[in-house]
């Protein structure tokens, strides 16, 4: 039996505890596409086991970059359910929330049928205004208000 420093201990279950961290990173990354993506609380748990190990690794940036992303967009979309947005921004944070590799379903869900119903209002409104050229260009207008 040979005995160990208590740093050398420590050092190692750090450096165990990489190695799972690791491991789990990359099994997130491979899966992340398929068809029951992580929340993003799963990923926060991932990144304040890394802040906690404190050891850096090329797939923690790549995780921490999701992280970051899917947080503004989230910050971004809970107020856009809130509140009256642009079309265009409407859009885009449905393609954006569309293209993250995280279930932001709950959300997403809200802003689509916003979406929708926009789209459907809009169509109304085409259907309702006459077709001359001024019109048009007041509906592109107003569209883009």
Known sequence: LALRPRSLVR???RIERAHILRRRITVWNEAR???NPQNIKFISTLIKQANKIDLAFP???TLTGVHKKAEEWMDRASIAVRTTISFEELESL???GESLPLNVSDVLEKLQN???QAQEWIV???EIVPKSEDHL???RRFRNA
Do not use: G, H
């Open 11 to 13: 050092l190692q279950d």
């Open 114 to 116: 916003r979406l929708k």
């Open 33 to 35: 596409n398929q068809e």
């Open 137 to 139: 260009m007041w509906l």
């Open 124 to 126: 109304r409104l085409e």
């Open 59 to 61: 797939e923690l940036f």
């Open 94 to 96: 449905v393609s954006v």
